[in-house]
């Protein structure tokens, strides 16, 4: 350590120990003092602050804060350091913020602070804030100690932009099996994410490891704390392709010290809205359908069943037979109860039609039934004589249980199905997807592609009660949602806020998702929505990005190309072999990559059956190896064994990506996508294995990046 740094060092351990003798003295006041279990409402408010301030002390005890911001607000004499921590910590003698959260307005400046000598603003709420900002440092903190102290900003050093330094020692960690938080070291563009305005439809495009997932999550962290008077974590939610991604997710929330946030697949949720009327066919079959080899493949287009019912023309065609529906849905005679009593059929329409024409259709039947019901009490009313009343009663039910047969109680799937059976002429579906979807509805069976509109349906017959609102909505790997998802989800959630994220290059369910952002941002009014790309990529060095680029650029026209980090390290290993040296080969690479480093490693087959037989020859030659299929719920780490399209969203130390070969992964835009997913999963090392000709995809003649000698 140089004096200069010494004395940094010094200066922050001082400072930490004050800190920490605060955190400690807050802390054990609070839990000295007893719980109140009490009736007494202020009481009970002062028990939630004081419990409040137990999480957050709790949180803040081993790690107080993990940056340091000199800023000279203008007009003020000298500059004031400011520490940023998950969680603000006041001094109670003297009610100077200690550690500011790192959500509060003033911490935004660690953030979008780029460098250079020019004043620096953040926006507060009495209005733009500007001053000079002297110095930028990190602290690494652990269990109370103060572990690293870097720099990235002296404005009285020789160079005057933020620097890396310390963002590319937390990148060249290894990962164990769950994301983490990135508060110490979030960028500038993802910052502007994360606190973009609350009512919007944000639609970010992210290359692969830019921090889309990461961003959203920070996101929603920031959006409890700025507005906490209009959200709530129970009424917000992410949704994810699938369970085992969710769990991979499931740390950095608490870790921001945020709970309750509801996390999902669209299809649980979907389930669960229409109380399980249906239920979905085995997705891995679907999957396995769509990610079969070469020919086997279907074509994806337009009319492929994902595309066609996920579409907003869809959407249009269901609505205009529930419009046509509506108008022939009251049966068209008057009710008669029995002789001498006649309800007009004119009535019954002005009660549907006038008086409850702001209910949904469901609803509106309920109360005009009940309103019968009501009406012929009255009729009753005017009879005297009990027999006579009685047997009346009993008819008139009788009669209006007839009546009601020509007003079907319909459900999502009853009406569904109609538009199926080739009497509709409106919905207009080809005829190999009705087909097909017909003989799965006999088995109350759907396919994810069928849960939009049948949300859609049951939200347009019974309404949206306002306790199923969310008060903001994240799409993570939105690419895979059809627009039809979207505008449904829509109908579920207040004021359009939604985080919408993904990334088309990575779009490999093209069967039923976008091609383009703009199929989602059509769905919105121009100024509810807004647009950001994130190009930079922080999860793999640079040599696997440039190979993964390389691999887009030869299967897929006009890519969306990441740029990495300047973060060096191995070169990507292409190694060929002999068809029959196929397993060994794995094996032996497999070793190789244990005895390295890595904590987490992938062995990535291009098929779900190709992955559960290399499984078991592993396992059966000694390695210890989860196998990963589409039914998984839990992410171990460690060295998991899966197929390519269900790497998507997770990352690894080291990925092995066996059967590079032109038969698994043709010259085709497909399969381009495919490679480039399996290839961005890696963080440090990414080895290729080709038992047999390489793949057209794979470029292996650049000597910067890639290395063809075989290390063992
Ligand atoms: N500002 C940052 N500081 C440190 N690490 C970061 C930062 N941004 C992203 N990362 C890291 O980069 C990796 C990728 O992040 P994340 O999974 O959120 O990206 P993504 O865009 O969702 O990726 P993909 O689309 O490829 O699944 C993670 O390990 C994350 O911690």
Known sequence: MDTETQSAYQEELQRLERTNVEIDKQLKRLRETPVYYGPDLTEQA?????????????KAIDEAYFGRLDFQESGTASPAPLYIGKTGVEDERTGQLLVIDWRAPVASLFYSFTGGLDAASYDSPDGLIEGLVYLKRNLVVRKQILQRVVDTYDREADSLAVG????????????????????????????RIIRAAKNTALIIQGVAGSGKTTVALHRLAFMLYQYREQVRAERMIIFAPNSMFLDYISGVLPELGVGNIQQNTFTDWVLDV?????????????????????SARPVVDDNAPGRWKGAVAFQHAIDARLSEFEKTYVPSDDFIPWEGARLKLAMIREWFFVENKHYPLIKRRERVVARIKRWMEMQLDKVWEQTKKKELKKKGAQRLRTYLTGWPEHTAFTFYKQLFDGKDSASNVPGPIAAASLKRFKKKEVELEDLAPLLYIHARLNGVPSEQLFDHVVIDEAQDFSPFQVAVLDMYTRNHSFTILGDLSQGIHAYQGIHDWKEFSSLFEANGTAYFELDRSYRSTMEIIQFANAVLERGVDNPLLAVPVFRSGNKVRVLQAAPAQRFAQIAQALTALESGSASTIAVVTRTERQAQELHEQLTAAGHE????????????????????????????????LVDATAKHYEASLMDAKLLYVGCTRALHELWLLAPGELSPLVAADNPDIVTTVSPF
């Open 164 to 191: 890396d330094e310390f963002l590319l020692y937390r990148l060249g960690e290894n990962k164990d099996n769950k994301l983490r938080d990135i508060v110490s070291t979030i960028q500038a563009e993802q910052d």
């Open 625 to 656: 190896a989860n196998l990963i299929t589409a039914h998984q719920r839990v992410y171990r780490g460690g060295i998991s064994v899966l197929p390519v399209y269900l790497t998507k969203g997770l990352e690894f130390d080291a990925v092995l």
């Open 46 to 58: 002062l028990e939630a602050q004081r419990e409040h301030g137990r999480h957050n002390l709790a």
């Open 274 to 294: 229409l109380d399980h009327e249906v239920k979905l066919a085995d997705p891995a079959m679907t999957l396995q359908t769509w990610f079969s080899l070469g």
